[in-house]
């Protein structure tokens, strides 16, 4: 996939006038980093063989909420903690249901997004865009910001990218998901908390979405409820499946995250340039991932004890 990635930099920089340049290469990376930091919390679940479609959902009205609180006065660090509990709530909720009542993760968290969204719509907010506060500093510090000319946007994805590197390669949580992914019955015998293990999955994925809503908000000057209407969650898994990482558990890294929203990001910059309609830009990004998991189901095979419904399993 990272050969495919410098492949299509490569015919683009070729036959594009506008894509080998400076502005272009950063508005690239800038138009991806959402996903990608979604990719690290979709990547962290299906490691550990599961699945989060309710990520968009929680980043979306957690963050909306939030907007929403302080819009109507609330000091905005005591609303964005507000709805940094939420999202955890959220990933709580799915977590408990997936380990305990060991529903497959594929219908909890298809049925915790719609909840999540028309609970929001119906109490929480009112409006289709809530904005950001006027003259905040923290929003205009994560929009305008740069390191080393590096826009903020970047940095908080590849700080959030070291996180979970980290976190799967050095810690014991990290080896213990790689352990769940590859084989939940042998991890239960080994001692492996695996239930306690899998709301943990839930819980930090829900809060790197809450986190992806922040930068998003900053970057935008406010969150769209539209988001969640949109092709946003099969992007998320269009990144993680192209960048390698198995639906079969147990396997693939951060790298592989980077490599997809890499390769994603080449791809969606590509048919922006080439002024490709948005209905055919679906269409083909809905194509490459079918293909995708069907080279993903010949790659990694799910042999009888691997495709038996295991607690997590998508």
């Known amino acids: 996939?990272?050969?495919?990635?410098?492949?299509?930099?490569?015919?683009?920089?070729?036959?594009?006038?506008?894509?080998?340049?400076?502005?272009?290469?950063?508005a690239l990376v800038r138009s991806v980093a959402i996903l990608g930091i979604l990719g690290l919390g979709m990547g962290l679940?299906?490691?550990?063989?599961?699945?989060?479609?309710?990520?968009?959902?929680?980043?979306?009205?957690?963050?909306?909420?939030s907007l929403a609180l302080a819009d109507t006065g609330l000091p905005l660090g005591t609303a964005l903690l507000i709805g940094l509990v939420f999202a955890i709530v959220v990933g709580l909720a799915s977590g408990i249901?997936?380990?305990?009542?060991?529903?497959?993760?594929?219908?909890?968290t298809l049925a915790m997004g719609l909840i999540v969204y028309g609970s929001g719509r119906a109490w929480l907010f009112q409006v289709d865009v809530q904005n950001t506060p006027a003259s905040s500093e923290f929003f205009d510090f994560l929009a305008r910001a740069t390191i080393f000319g590096?826009?903020?946007?970047?940095?908080?994805?590849?700080?959030?990218?070291?996180?979970?590197?980290a976190l799967l390669k050095w810690t014991r949580f990290g080896r213990f998901v790689y352990a769940t992914g590859d084989n939940p019955s042998a991890a239960r015998v080994a001692g492996i908390p695996t239930r306690l293990l899998v709301v943990a999955q839930y819980v930090i994925t829900a809060i790197i979405a809450y986190l992806a809503g922040l930068i998003m908000a900053?970057?935008?000057?406010?969150?769209?409820?539209?988001?969640?209407?949109?092709?946003?969650?099969?992007d998320v898994l269009l990144v993680v499946v192209l960048g390698g990482i198995g639906l079969s558990g147990?396997?693939?890294?951060?790298?592989?995250?980077?490599?997809?929203?890499?390769?994603?990001?080449?791809?969606?910059?590509?048919?922006?340039?080439?002024?490709?309609a948005y209905t055919q830009q679906n269409l083909i990004k809905?194509?490459?991932?079918?293909?995708?998991?069907?080279?993903?189901?010949?790659?990694?095979?799910?042999?009888?004890?691997t495709a038996q419904q295991e607690q997590g399993d998508i």
């Open 286 to 305: 809905s194509v490459i991932l079918l293909i995708a998991i069907i080279i993903d189901s010949i790659v990694n095979p799910r042999d009888e004890q």
């Open 218 to 234: 900053a970057a935008n000057s406010g969150m769209s409820t539209r988001v969640y209407n949109s092709t946003m969650i099969y």
């Open 150 to 165: 590096v826009p903020m946007m970047i940095v908080a994805f590849a700080a959030l990218a070291l996180l979970v590197w």
């Open 97 to 108: 249901l997936i380990a305990y009542a060991t529903i497959p993760a594929i219908f909890t």
């Open 45 to 65: 679940v299906v490691i550990g063989r599961g699945i989060d479609l309710a990520m968009v959902a929680t980043m979306v009205v957690s963050v909306s909420w």
């Open 1 to 26: 996939m990272f050969l495919l990635a410098l492949v299509l930099f490569v015919i683009f920089a070729v036959t594009l006038d506008r894509f080998l340049t400076a502005g272009n290469l950063v």
């Open 250 to 276: 147990g396997r693939g890294g951060v790298r592989n995250v980077l490599v997809g929203t890499l390769l994603v990001g080449i791809l969606l910059n590509g048919m922006t340039i080439f002024d490709i």
